[in-house]
């Protein structure tokens, strides 16, 4: 059964059972469709500090999470962590969660079959180079963004450039309802993970199909 890794955003999993908690409400939609969360042992998850950063052309903290997600998903020799084949990595990031796995793509070198980035802010300043640097790492890249996701243009305010700049230059970019994280938190917006095919970035690819 396809495994995914669920990662909360800036100040994420501050809620009970929140959307990357693996008994959250998304995670059971997932599963009841064929997917299930990668790792169910708190001790065991994945996260990172989710604290602000990006400001004053500093990424010191999604370096340092990005690092830490390729070692967890890449261990050496096998040990401390799932490792995962590239082909079996399906990754949903929410918010600058995105900037981790940029990171860990564009400057560690994990290797990811599909993500999804939710809300995530599209920013200039060396993320431009790291971004460059991930997309041939990811073989298959969804951005949703909205239009009344205030909290994705607040987060690329910091790297000095002009204008609202939402969609991802390496991604293929589709236009979700409300804000920054309804499509992972409102239960009522879930079946567009399927109607919509985001579910299939999550998936192994069909053969001939993609």
Known sequence: MPRYLAIAGTHG???RLDWDHPRSAFADFLRARGLEPLEEDERRRYAWSTVLDGIDGRDDTWDAAGRALYHYLVPPLGIGGPAIPPRETFIVAHSHAGQVVAFACGVYGLEVEGLV???T???GGRMTEVYAAAAPRIRRHLHLHSR???WQVVGSLFDGRWGIHR???HAD???MPKGHGDVLRDPGLF???VSRGWISYLQPEVAGVG
């Open 173 to 175: 970019n589709q236009e």
């Open 148 to 150: 009344r996701d205030w």
């Open 13 to 15: 999993s501050r809620r």
């Open 117 to 119: 980035t939710v809300g």
């Open 167 to 169: 969609e991802h230059p």
């Open 191 to 193: 079946a567009l993970w």
């Open 121 to 123: 802010p599209v920013r």
